[in-house]
């Protein structure tokens, strides 16, 4: 059993208490060159982690240059559904060399996106199960973008079975039945700004069953603003009042709902959450 001091506890407990924005854009063009303001006022309200989704060549190369600049930053890479037309080998052999980068903590975002007709659904679907199979081989946790096309994730899911490592339904949008489906198949479901919209009590439902194991919090900055910033440009900082919609919804205390998502995304990210 691990001995702490009475100070280890007391920074322990901080550390557990500071949000982990679990899916953020924070390598966007909007945030371009405005990172150092973006990360203080995050931390000005408490955050104090920030997974950084990288999902076409740019973006993965400003997710990782990010997370070598800041040491509260990791780094999520992978291949997004709509970008699936233009995945081959060559993509493929390049993301797998970058996943050897020590910030990279995940696979992802990568999934299936019906609204957007930028990628067939026979695209989409090879292309998913391809970066699943790549994600067991390198023993990474994935995280799934769904946008309107729900029952296709969930059978791929089920028929490739997800890594050993886990792994998130991003931005989780739908209500307790497919809640439960994700859960039974051993994801974490992560809630976002949508959490806090008026027209979604179906997602409260489904926030107030999740295990507290399997909890998490996002932004998906810069877009998904939550209420009362709904129709701003989404940041980090306002993580926070997700956070806050999510305690009530559980009845528990904000610090205890810090806490616990931000435990669930250490051992999920398997990650000490260094910060300097």
Same mark, same amino acid.
């Given at each position: ?33 405005? !990172?150092?303001? +973006?990360? &203080? %006022?995050?931390?000005?309200?408490? =955050? ?5 989704? *990288?999902? @076409? ?34 993509? !493929?052999?390049? +993301?797998? &060399? %970058?996943?050897?980068?020590?910030? =990279? ?5 990568? *999934?299936? @996106? ?40 969930? %059978? ?121």
């Amino acid at each position: 059993m691990a001995h702490y001091s009475a100070r280890d506890l007391v920074d322990r407990k901080e550390t557990m208490q500071r949000l982990f924005d679990t899916h953020t854009h924070l390598n966007a063009t909007a945030f371009k060159g405005q !990172e150092d303001q +973006i990360i &203080q %006022q995050a931390h000005d309200q408490g =955050v104090g982690y920030f997974a950084v989704v *990288g999902f @076409d060549r740019e973006t993965i190369e400003r997710s990782l240059a990010l997370s070598e600049r800041y040491d509260e930053v990791i780094s999520v890479i992978g291949w997004h559904p709509t970008e699936a037309y233009c995945y081959n080998g060559e993509v !493929e052999r390049w +993301i797998e &060399q %970058q996943l050897e980068h020590p910030k =990279v903590k995940m696979y992802g975002e990568i *999934g299936l @996106d019906y609204h957007w007709d930028t990628s067939t659904k026979a695209e989409q679907w090879r292309v998913f199960r391809r970066q699943i199979a790549i994600a067991k081989e390198h023993n990474l946790p994935i995280t799934i973008h769904n946008r309107d096309a729900t029952d296709d994730v969930y %059978q791929i899911l089920k028929e490739e079975g997800i890594p050993d490592a886990g792994g998130i339904m991003h931005s989780f949008g739908e209500g307790v039945d497919d809640a439960k489906r994700f859960l039974d198949l051993g994801m974490h479901l992560s809630f976002s700004g949508v959490l806090t919209f008026k027209k979604t009590e179906e997602v409260r439902q489904a926030a107030a069953i999740v295990p507290d194991h399997r909890l998490l919090i996002e932004t998906d900055a810069p877009y998904l603003a939550p209420e009362p910033m709904r129709g701003k440009q989404n940041q980090p900082a306002y993580v926070r009042y997700v956070a806050e919609r999510l305690a009530q919804v559980r009845q528990m205390s904000y610090a205890d709902l810090a806490a616990l998502t931000t435990q669930n995304a250490f051992e999920l990210f398997r990650w000490k959450g260094e910060q300097s």
